[in-house]
Structure formats: structure tokens, C-alpha cells
């Protein structure tokens, strides 16, 4: 069996549909539970208080918003190099969800910052470039409403996802190119012994997980729904040819 067989857009309907309601109750159990644990049962932290239970939302959002870019840039490369339809609609499924993400991480990472650096926003690196990665989302979003034909629509929403990425990446490692600045360093990093305080790690894992389940839930919701309606573009217009 090959990955290739999915890429069909019957055979993929066909194998997500009965997965979608599993991951949606899997990842509203995950982000309940995390957010629950996190936000009443962790205690206040040492200088912020209970201010950093927003972390239990911010890294979440943040790290959907980054990752599904990067989401995004594999569809567009594999629709770019295979031509496969369902590719191109799962990238253009995601950018929404992705732009949601992206004002959640900007909007909590505000509402850290004025407690914690005494500002509401900074032009340092990494949050500049959170900021046009946001800004690539919506100009992405754009793009594809603003083209009728849509191949033409998925070769330059893709072109447009490639050169986005660079900020994708900026936003992620702004820290090593720059310096650390004013935004604090990964709360999660695989190279550090320690992280955060062990209270508060197993409610962010939870919470991760759930954001990463409804992402993808909803990726699968949109990319159906997206196949059945380019379906319906197909017989209007055919019907339309027949007419004439």
C-alpha cells in the first residue's frame, strides 16, 4: 500500500471521515484536562504569580500557528512536484486555523508581556516575525478568495507558503540568530535538563496534545469539505458547458 493511495480524494474521505469524531473527542478531553489542571490545580509561580498559567494557552496556539505553516509548506511542495488536489486543499484547510492560532499566541503573549516586561508588545525578532507570519496567513487566505480558477489559486498560495516560511522559521528560532532578547527562552526544549517546574508540565503536555488533536480534526473537517465543494464547482461547470 502506498501514501500515494490517499491522495485520491474518495479514498481519502473514506478514511478520515470515521477518524474525525475519535480525534475531536480526543482532543477536546486533552485540552479540558489540561486547561483545567492548569489554570486551578498548578500553583501561583514565583515573581509572576498566576499570571503564567497563560502559558497553559500561549504555547499551545504558538505552536500550532508555527507548525501548521510548516504544514502547510509540505502540502504545497507535494501539490507543487505531484499535482495531487487533495495536498493543495489540506493547505488551504489549514491557513485558517493557522491564522486563528497565530492571533491566540499574539493576543496571550500580550496579555504575558504587560505584566511581565511591562509592555504590551516589543519590536524585538521574534515577536516581529511572529507577527508577519500572521500576516503571510492572511495574505495566503486572501489569495486563494481571490483567484476563480483553482490550480492557479494552488500554485501561488504554495509559492506564497515557501516564502513564508522563512518567517515561520524566524519565529521558532529568532533566539539563535539574534540573541535571546526580551521574549524568554523555550519553555520546552529537548537540550536543556530542565524546562519549567514539573507541576505545570504534565497540564502543558495535556493541553499540547489537545491543541495538536484539534488541529488536526479540524484540518480533516475543512480538507472534506473543501473536496466536496471543488466536486460541485466541477458539475456547475459541466452542467454549464452542456447547457451552452
Not at 492557479?152 to 528560532?173: E, H, P
Request: glycine letters at 6%; proline letters at 4%; aromatic letters at 14%.
Amino acid at each position: 500500500m502506498s501514501i500515494w493511495e490517499y491522495a485520491n480524494p474518495k479514498k481519502f474521505m473514506a478514511t478520515t471521515t470515521p477518524i474525525i469524531p475519535w480525534v475531536s473527542w480526543a482532543s477536546f478531553g486533552l485540552i479540558l484536562a489540561g486547561l483545567g489542571w492548569g489554570l486551578f490545580l498548578t500553583p501561583a509561580a514565583e515573581n509572576f504569580e498566576h499570571s503564567v498559567k497563560i502559558l497553559f494557552v500561549h504555547v499551545p496556539s504558538v505552536l500550532m500557528a508555527i507548525n501548521a505553516w510548516f504544514m502547510m509548506l509540505v502540502t504545497s511542495l507535494i501539490w507543487l512536484v505531484r499535482r495531487h488536489h487533495v495536498s493543495a486543499l489540506a493547505a488551504r484547510a489549514a491557513a485558517p486555523i493557522g491564522a486563528v492560532m497565530t492571533l491566540i499566541g499574539l493576543a496571550t503573549g500580550a496579555i504575558w508581556g504587560q505584566p511581565t516586561w511591562g509592555t504590551w508588545w516589543a519590536w524585538e525578532p521574534r515577536l516581529t516575525s511572529f507577527l508577519i507570519l500572521f500576516l503571510f496567513y492572511l495574505g495566503y487566505i486572501a489569495l486563494w478568495a481571490a483567484i476563480e480558477d483553482q490550480d492557479t489559486a494552488a500554485d501561488l498560495t504554495s509559492v506564497l507558503c515557501i516564502v513564508g516560511s522563512v518567517f515561520a522559521v524566524l519565529s521558532r528560532y529568532a533566539a539563535i540568530f539574534w540573541g535571546q532578547g526580551l521574549h524568554q527562552s523555550a519553555t520546552f526544549s529537548a537540550d536543556k535538563e530542565t524546562n519549567i517546574d514539573p507541576s505545570f508540565w504534565w497540564p502543558a503536555v495535556l493541553s499540547m496534545g489537545g491543541f495538536i488533536l484539534f488541529f488536526i480534526a479540524l484540518v480533516l473537517i475543512r480538507t472534506n469539505a473543501l473536496i466536496r465543494l471543488r466536486r460541485a464547482m466541477a458539475l456547475e461547470a459541466r452542467a454549464n458547458r452542456g447547457a451552452s
